[in-house]
């Protein structure tokens, strides 16, 4: 036969287990949903940082003007242009509405859309671009200065640029800039249900011998 603590009731124990009882279960209920908000918080950041979208990464390999021509006081070329694009994205890049753009004398003198394609994720495509610039004007022997230019074109190494562009300084020839702007436009579709939209662009400045048209450096 069960027996009470001296002073105090039996209905006191019935009480205090019936609480007990009572209070157990929501508690439970609370660590378990701190425990589900903290997981899927964990995981959100988780995916987010494997899985957030970035922009692609431009690098101009070459720059060539295979064809040149001044006369009058005017200028034509037609521009070539190589370019690696990497996708640092998990998914894959769609690109589209893309260009490259072309500028002189302080002005745009030609441009083209590059063709819309995807890149696959962690992977890397050159873009091959060409085309013809109509001829413009240029105001006298070119203001820019030769010294601007320290990155080498495809072809030359760094040495044989560096002595052309002494070469044109001691001989006092103009060097003629042309600017160029290539832009990456794209979407990356995170886990097939987020869509996001990704840009990148790269400018590069040229040095062009204004006699022949000889790419004698560029930088970007």
């Known amino acids: 036969m069960a027996r009470s603590a001296p002073g105090l009731p039996p209905q006191y124990y019935a009480a205090a287990r019936s609480g007990h009882r009572s209070s157990s279960p929501a508690a439970s209920c609370v660590v378990a949903l701190l425990f589900l908000l903290l997981a899927a918080g964990g995981a959100a950041a988780a995916l987010f940082l494997l899985y957030r979208p970035r922009a692609p990464a431009i690098a101009v390999k070459a720059v060539q003007l295979p064809a040149f021509a001044a006369a009058n006081g005017t200028v034509s070329f037609t521009f070539q242009q190589l370019a690696s694009v990497r996708n640092p994205n998990r998914a894959p890049l769609a690109h589209y509405d893309s260009s490259l753009r072309v500028a002189c004398a302080g002005g745009e003198v030609g441009s083209m859309y590059i063709p819309a394609g ?25 203001a820019a200065q030769p010294a601007t230019i320290s990155v080498p074109a495809s072809g030359p190494s760094p040495h044989v640029t560096a002595a052309l562009v002494e070469q044109q300084q001691q001989q006092q020839q103009p060097v003629m800039e042309v600017d160029s702007l290539l832009v990456v436009k794209g979407k990356v579709t995170v886990l097939k249900v987020f869509t996001h939209h ?17 790419v004698l450096g560029f930088r970007c």
Do not use: H, L, N, W
């Open 118 to 142: 995807q890149i696959d994720g962690g992977r890397t495509q050159y873009m091959a671009t060409s085309f013809d610039v109509p001829a413009f004007a240029v105001a006298g022997p070119a």
């Open 198 to 214: 990704v840009e990148a662009a790269k400018v590069c400045r040229i040095g062009v011998s204004p006699a022949d048209g000889r």
